[in-house]
């Protein structure tokens, strides 16, 4: 079988794309509902195998990091990537699943959202390390699956049979569905992942209508409401003073 996919971008822009993903991704800006608490119809999951999980060991990834600026410090690219064609075909599936063309912008896979999320899982840092392991682990797992219900690959099964395994895995409600915790935990974090990678691209900023760079005439009006309650939400998450105090020092 050909490939799926086929790269998008050169390291040196997945590079760049992966620095403005942190953000978006560690602090929990994604602009969408990236975990969907209840399916839209609540029926009994398939599983023929209740509880599989590959459980693969990986060895940390060690070596240089970029330093503070990938581009200008380090301009080739500082580690190998993580990823086979077969996973980056499977990635570029998920990926398409997860955020697929509409009206408003391209799939995932035409803005390079597979070589983004190589890039990250290859770094060396914990957090990225971390997801490595998950990711890796959770392709597997969708192979497995695949195999047991339907004997293919999951990139090998038509759109129906992905998504019938997808529905077991695709809310949060599932995790807390003793087979399908890890697989369900890591298809929330994929999904992470790909909206972080799509909106950090031109296409996705364009999509949630960033406007930066761009001068202000008059007096600043400062942040609206609806980005105040965000700023709100995450100083709540991560244990912050209300941010309030900061406001009136």
Not at 49 to 54: L, Y
Request: hydrophobic fraction near 35%.
């Amino acid at each position: 079988m050909s490939n799926i996919y086929n790269p998008k971008m050169s390291r040196r822009e997945s590079l760049k794309r992966i620095g403005t993903m942190a953000t978006v991704v560690m602090v929990g800006g994604v602009p969408v509902a990236c975990d969907t608490a209840e399916p839209e119809v609540n029926q009994a999951p398939v599983t023929p195998s209740a509880g599989h999980w590959p459980d693969i060991k990986l060895d940390a990834i060690t070596g240089p990091t970029y330093g503070t600026d990938p581009i200008v410090s380090n301009p080739t690219a500082p580690w190998p990537l993580t990823l086979s064609e077969a996973q980056r075909d499977q990635v570029a599936v998920l990926s398409d699943i997860i955020c697929p063309a509409d009206d408003r912008g391209p799939a995932a896979t035409e803005v390079g959202v597979p070589d983004v999320i190589d890039e990250w899982v290859s770094a060396p840092y914990s957090g990225q390390q971390r997801d490595r392991v998950q990711i890796i682990n959770g392709l597997q797992w969708l192979d497995d699956e695949a195999q047991l219900r339907f004997g293919s690959s999951f990139v090998a099964t038509s759109v129906e049979q992905r998504i019938e395994i997808i529905e077991d895995i695709a809310y949060r409600s599932q995790i807390e569905i003793d087979e399908f915790e890890l697989p369900a935990s890591f298809f929330s974090r994929i999904r992470r992942l790909v909206f972080g990678a799509y909106f950090s691209s031109p296409e996705g900023i364009q999509d949630i209508g960033y406007i930066g760079n761009v001068p202000i005439a008059g007096d600043y009006p400062g942040p609206t409401e609806e980005a105040m309650e965000h700023i709100r939400q995450v100083a709540d998450t991560l244990g912050l003073p209300p941010i309030t105090e900061y406001v009136n020092r």
